[in-house]
T-cell receptor
């Protein structure tokens, strides 16, 4: 089975500083990777995905992610953090489950951006 | 508003009871997915339907069942509830997910139904 790991439960960053939320993957074959964000009392929202092509993927709200095959990583980044970016971030990988491709999520990383 | 509607938003019930959670997918989406989010287990996939047919099963207990109706709305039935079933239940939808689809499915999530079992 394909899986992702988010090694940090929480990331703290000051507003205006760059942020990185880490994700590593374990897959056989080519990975289909995603990032989603969950704001308080809301459902998850899609940020970006990697299928193939450029290793740097741009997504919503100024976020981008860097796919690194040698390090099996797909870290989420933003050059300048905003307080409003504070939320729970989930990395996901497409996995075959019972004949259908289903996103399997990591445990999530809480991002806290301090003013 | 994501376009995926879940009801009820909150539900408090007792052990041994049965509840039904409802989901209306985003207009045009044929696939519905159910996930359970809890502090200890994270986000766990339960089951997927595509155009009325069950497509995939994940970590869904035998006490739980689901269906997707002809109008594409879906219901998740939870019975013989236990304290450990307390969680946030999300419904998500996508346009794809049928037989033969092998792309990168992007899911649109509802706001969730928070179930508390006392």
């Amino acid at each position: 089975a394909q899986s992702v790991a988010q090694p940090e439960d929480q990331v703290n960053v000051a507003e205006g500083n760059p942020l990185t939320v880490k994700c590593t993957y374990s897959v056989s074959g080519n990975p289909y990777l995603f990032w989603y964000v969950q704001y308080p009392n809301r459902g998850l929202q899609f940020l970006l995905k990697y299928i193939t092509g450029d290793n740097l993927v741009k997504g919503s709200y100024g976020f981008e992610a860097e796919f690194n095959k040698s390090q099996t990583s797909f870290h989420l980044k933003k050059p300048s953090a905003l307080v409003s970016d504070s939320a729970l971030y989930f990395c996901a990988v497409r996995d075959m489950t019972g004949g259908s491709y289903i996103p399997t999520f990591g445990r999530g990383t809480s991002l806290i951006v301090h003013p | 508003d994501s376009g995926v509607t879940q009801t009820p938003k909150h539900l408090i019930t007792a052990t041994g009871q049965r509840v039904t959670l409802r989901c209306s997918p985003r207009s045009g989406d044929l696939s519905v997915y159910w996930y359970q989010q809890s502090l200890d287990q994270g986000l766990q996939f339960l089951i997927q339907y595509y155009n009325g047919e069950e497509r995939a099963k994940g970590n869904i207990l035998e006490r739980f069942s689901a269906q997707q109706f002809p109008d594409l709305h879906s219901e998740l039935n939870l019975s013989s509830l236990e304290l450990g079933d307390s969680a946030l239940y999300f419904c998500a939808s996508s346009t794809q997910g049928g037989t033969g689809f092998s792309g990168a499915n992007v899911l649109t999530f509802g706001a969730g139904s928070r179930l508390t079992v006392l």
